[in-house]
T-cell receptor, first 114, second 112 residues
Framework: GAGVSQSPSNKVTEKGKDVELRCDPISGHTALYWYRQSLGQGLEFLIYFQGNSAPDKSGLPSDRFSAERTGGSVSTLTIQRTQQEDSAVYLC????????????FGPGTRLLVL | GDSVTQMEGPVTLSEEAFLTINCTYTATGYPSLFWYVQYPGEGLQLLLKATKADDKGSNKGFEATYRKETTSFHLEKGSVQVSDSAVYFCALEGGATNKLIFGTGTLLAVQP
């Protein structure tokens, strides 16, 4: 497990359904980030976890979005009542400490909301 | 707030041509600066970085120098190859927050 892994790689869902996206960071990395890449908005920060500190949720676009990180490792991004504008590639990244360190990105989950 | 502006694409070059992709930033404090690359069908990869003024990041023949006086971090390569065709993103990471703020990306197409 050399890199960040994400699942599923692709997800198609119907408007109004909930979806869960998973991220497995690089072992030992304490910092974990979620970003969204969409045609209209480019690459946007969503949420940041650092160790046991309270997450920085300042990038979450609405209260339909939430994320958790269990045991300081795996993270799940949940989108409730999906809308068509949620269609995007959701990227996860991890880093060693979270401050001025390189972030290593996973391959992303491509979400399509019909 | 902090922001990154990079040149619009697509940029189309012939093999062995000189490449410059402009990037300027607005930030409070002293951010670290990055270039990430996204090859077709692949995820984002770090290309190079610089953490303080006048630092030069380099990798795979690409270079960028952190210019505080012009708030710029332009990406250059002396001789591009077809395999360099990708989307290039300039980004900054501020001191107060740890998130990356990205430019819009520049598509580079290198023709043989």
């Amino acid at each position: 497990g050399a890199g960040v892994s994400q699942s599923p790689s692709n997800k198609v869902t119907e408007k109004g359904k909930d979806v869960e996206l998973r991220c497995d960071p690089i072992s030992g990395h304490t910092a974990l980030y979620w970003y969204r890449q969409s045609l209209g908005q480019g690459l946007e920060f969503l949420i940041y976890f650092q160790g046991n500190s309270a997450p920085d949720k300042s990038g979450l676009p609405s209260d339909r979005f939430s994320a958790e990180r269990t045991g300081g490792s795996v993270s799940t991004l949940t989108i409730q009542r999906t809308q068509q504008e949620d269609s995007a590639v959701y990227l996860c990244a991890s880093g060693e400490t979270g401050s001025r360190e390189t972030q290593y990105f996973g391959p992303g989950t491509r979400l399509l909301v019909l | 707030g902090d922001s990154v502006t990079q040149m619009e694409g697509p940029v189309t070059l012939s093999e062995e041509a000189f490449l410059t992709i402009n990037c300027t930033y607005t930030a409070t404090g002293y951010p670290s600066l990055f270039w990430y690359v996204q090859y077709p069908g692949e995820g984002l990869q770090l290309l190079l970085k610089a953490t303080k003024a006048d630092d030069k990041g380099s990798n795979k023949g690409f270079e960028a120098t952190y210019r505080k006086e012009t708030t710029s971090f332009h990406l250059e390569k002396g001789s591009v190859q077809v395999s360099d065709s990708a989307v290039y993103f300039c980004a900054l990471e501020g001191g107060a927050t740890n998130k990356l703020i990205f430019g819009t990306g520049t598509l580079l197409a290198v023709q043989p």
